[in-house]
């Protein structure tokens, strides 16, 4: 009654061995012979037995210290009389492969539920891990992610180099309050966007500066884009977008790994949008600046007018739109703008926005 049929494994070797279990009261027995035919038997004490989750009809225990010794048994009728014979201890806890025995409706709720978890992982748990991640990460090695990025991103523009060194000497006139190392590149392309890079990196399309009228214009578009970085903006929405591989990455310090995949995906992440939070805590850091350096707030003013008369046909899809209203933008910098007190004029800032009017003709 207590007897079984069994495959034994004794961890040293890689044969098995057909072999006889017997249940006693505190031990199990083990009776087998080994290579040579000499008849041998193995006690296994009860509190070492560890049963092995499976998802089959194969019984697997282990005993013992690494190598561990394992038997297999076959036999249906093995959980039954464990469970009579030692009722004190557990062998087989409930198993995944019972949901399947549950009826079709059971099964609906059930994936239904687990639908419904990973959805609110993904739409408050990912988000909320990404910075937290962020938060935590080197800035050497975010600047080093930015470099890469911009490495395999760049290949694709049509660098103006006069325009770039007079628009980083531009930068250089305004402290926007941030430790990271601001590199400012100016490509040539008609649509009127820019976009901001972890670790410092920014790329202006000439056609946004060709729209501009002042310095105070240029200076609110890069003071928002540097504020992407200095919150780590753009560090943040990556690692929502490529969660899973990156922070697994993260976790085993795999920074070669985070680079490879960096690497592969340049433009895509390039043109991630922001969140309605992310955007208005863009503005909010930007026009702080501003304020700090006596600058104009007038230049949000007039570049939210120009982004909205450039897209006012995206602009008015509220519902549908990632960013915040270009008009919801405009209205509070307008608000801002109202209230600004000190402003002083800059002659150096306008000398060097005058040979950026002079290099865009």
């Avoid at 003071?223 to 977008?241: G, P, T």
């Avoid at 307008?334 to 004029?345: C, D, G, I, T």
Wanted: proline share 3%.
């Amino acid at each position: 009654m207590y007897n079984y049929s069994v495959r034994y494994h004794d961890g040293r070797l890689s044969i098995a061995h057909d072999a006889t279990l017997t249940l006693m009261p505190d031990h199990w027995l083990i009776h087998y012979r080994d290579p040579s035919g000499e008849l041998t038997s193995v006690r296994w004490t009860l509190p070492g037995i560890v049963t092995d989750e499976n998802f089959s009809n194969l019984f697997i225990f282990r005993y013992g210290d690494f190598p561990q010794q394992t038997i297999e048994c076959k036999e249906e009728s093995l959980p039954a009389t464990l469970k009579k014979r030692y009722p004190e201890k557990v062998f087989f806890k409930r198993r995944i492969t019972n949901i399947f025995k549950l009826n079709n409706a059971t099964i609906v709720g059930v994936a239904l539920a687990v639908l419904m978890l990973m959805g609110l992982g993904y739409w408050f748990g990912l988000p909320w891990l990404a910075g937290a991640v962020a938060s935590r990460f080197p800035v050497s090695t975010e600047v080093e992610m930015g470099d890469t990025m911009y490495d395999n991103m760049i290949q694709a523009y049509d660098v103006d180099d006069q325009l770039t060194a007079a628009t980083n000497d531009f930068v250089k006139s305004i402290d926007f309050k941030t430790h990271y190392p601001i590199r400012i590149t100016v490509v040539k392309e008609k649509e009127v966007n820019a976009f901001a890079l972890p670790g410092g990196r920014i790329v202006v399309f000439d056609g946004i500066l060709r729209k501009m009228k002042t310095k105070e214009e240029l200076a609110a578009l890069l003071a928002h884009e540097v504020s992407h970085v200095h919150y780590r903006h753009s560090l943040r929405n990556i690692f929502r977008s490529l969660g899973g591989y990156l922070f697994l990455s993260v976790l085993v310090n795999d920074i070669n790994g985070i680079v490879t995949v960096l690497a592969d995906n340049s433009n895509m992440l390039a043109n991630l949008t922001y969140s309605r939070e992310l955007e208005s805590e863009a503005d909010q850091k930007a026009m702080a600046v501003f304020q700090a350096d006596g600058l104009d707030l007038q230049g949000f003013v007039d570049l939210f007018t120009t982004l909205k008369n450039e897209h006012e046909d995206v602009a008015n899809l509220k519902l549908l739109s990632t960013h915040p209203l270009t008009g919801d933008r405009l209205r509070a910098a307008e608000e801002m703008a109202k209230r600004q007190k000190a402003v002083r004029e800059d002659v150096a800032l306008e000398r060097k926005w005058e040979r950026i009017e002079e290099d865009l003709e």
